[in-house]
């Protein structure tokens, strides 16, 4: 299994920035694909976007163009690099590992951004 760990959440101004880290620990040779969801309050755990094991990266349209995937492999990290962060971008964020035999979530880091 991996397990995962979701840092750099907090609250922000609407404009500002912000970096989530995803530290990753297990059996990293075996995940294929890792992605960032988020949960808004009363709503369902959308895609926000993935990057492959190849390094190619997808996004979802409400972030395209703000967001940045991005991983450093020699420390196991994901990053999720937001810029002209929105109030509709306020939800708890999650971390996903995909395998061919497993699929890990991390705990969550809160995003608020304020109007």
């Known amino acids: 299994q991996v397990h995962l760990v979701e840092s750099g959440g907090g609250e922000v101004q609407a404009g500002g920035s912000l970096r989530l880290s995803c530290a990753a620990s297990?059996?990293?040779?075996?995940?294929?694909?890792m992605g960032w969801y988020r949960q808004a309050p009363g709503k369902q755990r959308d895609l926000v976007g993935f990057?492959?094991?190849?390094?190619?990266?997808n996004y979802a349209d409400s972030v395209n163009g703000r967001f940045t995937i991005s991983r450093d492999n020699a420390k196991n990290t994901l990053y999720l690099q937001m810029n002209s962060l929105k109030p509709e971008d306020t939800a708890v964020y999650y971390c996903k590992a995909v395998g061919s035999a497993m699929t890990s979530w991390g705990q969550g880091t809160q995003v608020t951004v304020s109007s």
């Open positions: 990057i492959t094991r190849t390094g190619s990266t």
């Open positions: 297990g059996i990293i040779f075996s995940v294929n694909l």
